[in-house]
C-alpha cells in the first residue's frame, strides 16, 4: 500500500476552510469597511459624540460597522478663524484620518464678531454679518464634500438666556440656508431638538416615562445633561441613519434597527 500525504492546503474546503479563516469560505472577506463617523464643531458636538458613543456600546452591530472620530474642540466656532479654522480642520480630517460622514454643531460661541485668517472683520450684528457666516458654513460643507463625505449640520437647542436663543434660532436659518445653497444631497441640516411639539420653550426638567422628572439641560442653560444628550441623540439618529443610507450603507437594516432608535 502507497501512503499519500495529504497537505492542509487540500483539506481546507468549505467548513474547515472558513474555521482557518482562508478562501472563499471565509466571510470576514466580504465584509465591507467600517463607516467613519467625525464629530466636529464645539462643545455641543463632543456631547453629540459621547451620546453616539454611549449607543454603541449598548449595540454591538452597531459597533463592529461604525468607528467614531472625536475631533470636537471646546470654545471653538466659525467666528474665530485666525484662532480656529474649521474649514482647515475639516479638510485635514477628511483626509486622514479620513471621514464617510461629518456631524457637526457649531454656534453656541459664535456671539461675536468674525475674524479672518487675514485678520479682516466682520461686526457681530452688522449687516455683512449674516452673508458672511453663511459663506464660513458653506466652506465648511464645500471642505467635507470635495474630499466624497457627507456634512450632517445639527441645529441649536432653545436655550435659557433670551438673546443665546434668539441667536441660536438666527444661526440655524443660517445653517439651512447654507446647506439648501451647496445644494448637495451629501449635505443635510437636522432641524434642533425640541422638548416639545410646536413653538419650544426652555426646560431644564422633563418627565422621564413613569418615574419623576429628570434634569436634561446644564446649569449654564445652554448644554445638556448625560441624560439629555442621549434624548437628543434620539431625535437626531434618524439624520444619522439616512445620511449613511444615502451613502449606500442602510446601517438600520443591517442591524435590524426598529424605529432607527
Not at 472563499?24 to 466580504?30: E, I, L, Q, T, Y
Not at 457627507?150 to 444661526?171: F, Q, Y
Not at 437636522?190 to 411639539?197: F, K, L, R, T, V
Amino acid at each position: 500500500m502507497v501512503k499519500t500525504r495529504i497537505s492542509i492546503a487540500t483539506l481546507c474546503v468549505g467548513f474547515v476552510c472558513a474555521m482557518l479563516g482562508g478562501g472563499p469560505g471565509s466571510a470576514r472577506a466580504d465584509e465591507p469597511a467600517k463607516i467613519h463617523i467625525a464629530f466636529v464643531g464645539d462643545s455641543m458636538a463632543d456631547g453629540l459624540w459621547g451620546a453616539m458613543f454611549r449607543r454603541l456600546g449598548k449595540d454591538k452591530c452597531l459597533a463592529d460597522k461604525i468607528k467614531l472620530i472625536r475631533r470636537a474642540k471646546n470654545g471653538t466656532g466659525l467666528t474665530r478663524l485666525d484662532q480656529f479654522n474649521w474649514i482647515d480642520e475639516v479638510n485635514a480630517i477628511a483626509t486622514d484620518p479620513g471621514a464617510d460622514l461629518f456631524v457637526g454643531s457649531f454656534g453656541v460661541n459664535d456671539r461675536q464678531s468674525i475674524v479672518d485668517v487675514n485678520k479682516k472683520r466682520t461686526e457681530f450684528g452688522g449687516p455683512a454679518y449674516d452673508s458672511r457666516y453663511q459663506g464660513v458654513v458653506e466652506d465648511v460643507i464645500q471642505a467635507a464634500l470635495s474630499h466624497d463625505s457627507s456634512m450632517l449640520i445639527m441645529g441649536l437647542p432653545v436655550m435659557l438666556d433670551p438673546a443665546a436663543s434668539a441667536d441660536a434660532t438666527e444661526k440655524n436659518k443660517i445653517f439651512a440656508d447654507a446647506v439648501a445653497h451647496v445644494a448637495s444631497p451629501r449635505a443635510v441640516f437636522a432641524p434642533p431638538w425640541m422638548s416639545q411639539p410646536g413653538t419650544d420653550f426652555y426646560q431644564p426638567f422633563l418627565p422621564n416615562g413613569n418615574k419623576a422628572e429628570v434634569q436634561v439641560r446644564a446649569p449654564d442653560g445652554v448644554h445638556f445633561t448625560t441624560f439629555g444628550y442621549d434624548l437628543v441623540m434620539n431625535a437626531f439618529y434618524p439624520a444619522i441613519l439616512d445620511s449613511l443610507k444615502q451613502r449606500g450603507r442602510d446601517v438600520a437594516a443591517e442591524c435590524d434597527i426598529l424605529g432607527a432608535k
